[in-house]
């Protein structure tokens, strides 16, 4: 046993023992008494609090809500010390369970007002009050409808979100398009290429993401893929163009680009230009051996690329006894003192 639970059974036992200890020397009653006593002066105190809060904020209105309740409270723990007037100390708790119930009951829709609460969503919708009526939809799960109020507000975010829970994704593909031709930013791109796809729309989804890379260059190779995909192979010829383009402008920076500049070219049919690629690679594969043996796998993964057989197979055997090595180191790390002791 740990020693929270420990602590709350001790604490348990102890209130338990209080209880008995009260009930054996002045009844039931008083035990009743007590628990309401500790009850209404601690929720006393608490409202003084947030009552003292919301008036040092200056929110009067709410502060004199509070004012009032806090009076009610205060009420009831007079009654409840002095124990008399016990049909008023239950009218205070019922109209005190009754402002909770009310209060959860607000809170769950606080987009509405009392009488929307009790108006239809198609009555809300004929008055105008298209906020309330979409809340009104979600709730009922009639996210299409939501979707229709949402684009009269304007709100085409949440109108896109609500044809999404509706299953209707081309919608919502079709909204944030609107939205990047409103806001030029290219995430609504991305979501736009990834609802054609729920929609099964795949030319409109690869159209979307060949926007998208654009302006995210990184991204041709997937806008190539998702052509090729489709059979499109001029336009997976054009990407894979930009995509060779992106990849060696990095490559220049970052020599493990080489590799991907290697692959498209030989794919495009550039062979004298993989050639060189690769051997770039090999290069920089070469180098980073020299700091990191882990490095040996790519380097023969290079030599593979450049045909020489023989080289691979000695990267390929240096990486596997740097692995090996590692693999040793672990397992003696990992029999700690007293292993072999226990298993014996």
Known sequence: MDKLKAYIIGFLVA?????????YNWGFWKLVQVVLAIGFVGFTLALLFFTALTLYAESWKYGAILAVLTAIAGYGSYLVLTWQKLEIVGGIIAFFVLL???????ISEPDLSIADRFRSAEKLERMGRYKQAARKYEKAGNYEKAAEMYLKLGWLESAAW???????????AEIYEALYDKEKDTYYLKEAHEYWKKAGNMERAAKALEKYAE????????????YEELGN??????????????YTKEAQEEGVFWEDVGNIARKLGREELAREAYQKFLEYCLKEAENDPMWWKHVAEAYEYLGEKEKAEEARRKYEEYRQKIMKANEETSNFPGDEKEGA
Do not use: H, R, S, T
Not at 15 to 23: D, E, H, K, Q, T
């Open 15 to 23: 209130l338990l023992a209080v209880a008995g200890f009260i009930v």
């Open 100 to 106: 909770l119930a009310f209060g959860i009951w607000y």
């Open 162 to 172: 609500a044809y999404e829970k509706a299953g209707k994704y081309e919608k919502a």
């Open 215 to 226: 302006e995210e260059p990184w991204f041709w190779e997937d806008v190539a893929k998702l």
């Open 233 to 246: 192979e001029e336009k997976a010829k054009e990407a894979w163009e930009k995509a060779l383009e992106y």
